[in-house]
């Protein structure tokens, strides 16, 4: 094995919580439709998630958020970026996206209140900051890390999301290199990201280590390149 060089780690599950966070946020949300008009929390997240699903679909870009693993959640509640139609991650898309999708979920359960969507819609967004957070000791760990190697980040999605991720959850600072697989155009298990991360650092494939939470895009992304892994999954699950 070639002397280690550089870390590289994932962000999404594997630095910061990503899918009970979510949960968390729309049923803070969905409580607002409950306190005026009492609909199910519960029942309406069932229904976020199809419409999402549906809504998402339709766009001209669905081929390029499948590419790069751009999240119906992520566009519910995060930035835009300034990439215009390559992307479909410009405001006026991603801003009607989070429109026509509360619109459908609230009629969905008998109500039309386009001050009651406007609510949630900021509502969720605030949410959802609030609870970038990282997993407990993360911040240690990679002061300790960083002493001894470069870092870098590569993760799957929109640019502006995964960096606006880092940002408030106060980790930006560690990492060298950050490449999204927007940036790229494909995302993790195929070879590009990771290679991206690897010249911006300057080392071979053999000379860094990949942690991550997913066994496909992370482990097995990494094995393909020759590169040596660490499985981190604090779900547990592949």
């Not at 966070?21 to 803070?28: C, F, G, K, Y």
């Not at 969720?124 to 609870?131: F, G, S």
């Not at 957070?133 to 190697?149: I, R, T």
């Not at 790229?184 to 942690?211: N, T, W």
Request: charged share 25%; aromatic share 8%.
């Amino acid at each position: 094995m070639s002397e280690l060089k550089a870390v590289i780690f994932d962000l999404d599950d594997t630095l910061v919580p990503e899918m009970e966070p979510e949960r968390d946020a729309l049923l803070v949300v969905c409580g607002l439709a409950e306190a005026k008009y009492g609909a199910n929390p519960t029942q309406m997240l069932k229904t976020i998630d199809e419409s999402c699903q549906r809504l998402w679909a339709q766009w001209e870009t669905p081929i390029v958020y499948s590419e790069i693993s751009y999240s119906v959640w992520e566009g519910l509640w995060g930035p835009s970026d300034s990439l215009g139609s390559d992307m479909g991650n410009d405001p006026e898309t991603i801003g009607r996206y989070k429109r026509e999708t509360w619109d459908e979920v609230l009629a969905a359960h008998g109500i039309q209140d386009v001050t009651l969507r406007d609510e949630i819609i900021e509502r969720h967004r605030a949410e959802r900051v609030k609870r970038l957070v990282p997993y407990s000791g993360v911040p240690e760990v990679l002061e300790q890390v960083k002493e001894q190697f470069p870092l870098a980040i590569v993760t799957n999605g929109s640019p502006a999301v995964q960096r606006f991720k880092l940002n408030e959850s106060g980790l930006t600072d560690y990492f060298e290199v950050v490449v999204a697989s927007g940036d790229i155009g494909i995302g993790k298990p195929r070879p590009e990201p990771f290679m991206a991360a690897l010249d911006q650092l300057g080392v071979e494939a053999s000379e860094a280590v990949m942690i991550g939470n997913s066994w496909s895009s992370d482990i097995q992304g990494a094995a393909n390149l020759g590169m040596p892994s660490i499985w981190f999954n604090a779900e547990g699950l592949p």
